[in-house]
């Protein structure tokens, strides 16, 4: 089993519409946890992080649930430009900064 | 405005030669670290630093080697290419003085193709 899975997707949904994905880690240690994006061909860069409250940040909601050991990502109000990969980071000590393998979403008119 | 740059951007090479991939931050960033990435297989560490003259072995060091002379600066070295280390490549750095909670800034990648 990796120690992070991500459902591959691609999630192809309408403008408007909300999206959730999640990501399940198999660390129970895990110590730190972060969504990023991440367009075709470029860099990843951070969208936001996760905190055991929850974190909200406009559309997007993040949320984390150590009993299950997964983390999600919620968006709402799709827009076009929101489709990208978006790759959960999961850090479980100082030598092991996990990425997901990534999530496709694509957003249609 | 501070950045991360990499060179080359795309680079073909042949088995068994030495490459280096530069990577360069003006963040002033401490921590530096290097990434492939790979269809089905995520970003994946290969080194990284938490500061000038230590480096420290990813989870796919194997064939690979840093150095870190400067803050600024850490040259990822494949020793003698293979085939299987064809992938692009991310180097990112950050701020906080460990492995910590801190943002990572990414490069734009290096495209690298072993023939």
């Known amino acids: 089993r990796k120690e992070v899975e991500q459902d591959p997707g691609p999630f192809n949904v309408p403008e408007g519409a909300t999206v959730a994905f999640n990501c399940t880690y198999s660390?129970?240690?895990?110590?730190?946890f972060f969504w990023y994006r991440q367009d075709c061909r470029k860099e990843p860069k951070l969208l936001m992080s996760?905190?055991?409250s929850g974190n909200e940040d406009g559309r997007f909601t993040a949320q984390l649930n150590r009993a299950s050991q997964y983390i999600s990502l919620l968006i709402r109000d799709s827009k076009l430009s929101d489709s990208a990969t978006y790759l959960c980071?999961?850090?479980?000590?100082?030598?092991?900064?996990?990425f997901g393998s990534g999530t496709r979403l694509s957003i249609r008119p | 405005d501070a950045e991360i740059t990499q060179s080359p951007r795309h680079k073909i090479t042949e088995t068994g030669r030495q490459v280096t991939l530069a990577c360069h931050q003006t963040?002033?960033?401490?921590?530096m670290f290097w990434y492939r990435q790979d269809l089905g297989h995520g970003l994946r560490l290969i080194h990284y630093?938490?500061?000038?003259?230590?480096?420290n072995k990813g989870e796919v060091s194997d064939g690979y080697s840093v150095s870190r002379s400067n803050t600024e600066d850490l040259p990822l070295t494949l020793e003698s290419a293979a085939s299987s280390q064809t992938s692009v490549y991310f180097c990112?750095?950050?701020?906080?003085?460990?492995?910590?909670?801190?943002?990572?800034?990414f490069g734009p990648g290096t495209r690298l193709t072993v023939l």
């Open positions: 980071v999961i850090y479980s000590s100082a030598s092991k900064i996990i």
């Open positions: 660390n129970s240690a895990s110590q730190s």
């Open positions: 630093s938490y500061g000038v003259q230590d480096t």
């Open positions: 996760v905190y055991s």
């Open positions: 963040w002033n960033h401490n921590n």
């Open positions: 990112a750095s950050s701020a906080t003085s460990g492995l910590g909670v801190d943002t990572q800034y």
